[in-house]
């Protein structure tokens, strides 16, 4: 049977920092351990976070690099769009406990890498209001603008019938 993976990845031991001083950090985490933390997207690889813990006074500190894979849709086309992340995180836990955790402080530093919006190119030119083509693909024909959404929406007025 292969060993189950770690429950905690992300958890490091603090006896060796208190007896060595700074010490290398490294962990992978699968993505499940992030499921939901983007509002628009998902991960798509593991997430990696290599660094160093620091004794710095009585507090034991991880600064470390994050980084992992993600996939979001086009805003303008709704294709999906693969990149790359990376992000620098840190962490404090006491320096007498026995362990620092950086699962809290990852899963906050992805949530703010997260883009605004995502473009699978600069230029691209979305879907079509009309039909949805993908204009990047086809030349639907229809025109840039789709028909003007209010005319639909205002209330009718009522019609006065005069009694003649
Ligand atoms: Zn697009
Ligand atoms: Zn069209």
Do not use: M, Q, S, W
């Given at each position: 049977m292969p060993p189950e993976p770690?429950?905690?990845?992300?958890r490091a031991s603090l006896h060796e920092v208190r007896d060595n001083g700074p010490t290398p950090f490294k962990a992978v985490a699968p993505a499940e351990l992030f499921a939901g933390v983007l509002r628009e997207g998902t991960l798509t690889g593991p997430v990696t976070v290599e660094g160093t813990i620091y004794p710095v006074d009585e507090t034991a500190r991880l600064e470390a690099t994050a980084k992992g894979t993600w996939r979001f849709e086009?805003?303008?086309?709704?294709k999906p769009v693969d990149g790359a992340w990376r992000e620098e995180v840190e962490t404090e836990a006491p320096l007498d406990s026995d362990a620092l955790d950086a699962t809290e402080d990852v899963r906050q530093a992805i949530a703010l890498a997260e883009p605004m919006k995502t473009l699978c190119r600069p230029d691209c030119k979305g879907l079509?209001?009309?039909?949805?083509?993908?204009r990047n693909d086809t030349?639907?024909?229809?025109?840039e603008a789709a028909p003007p959404a209010e005319e639909t929406r205002r209330p009718r007025l009522t019609k006065r019938h005069r009694k003649g």
């Open positions: 770690p429950r905690r990845p992300l086009c805003t303008r086309c709704l079509c209001p009309v039909c949805r083509a993908n030349d639907c024909g229809h025109a």
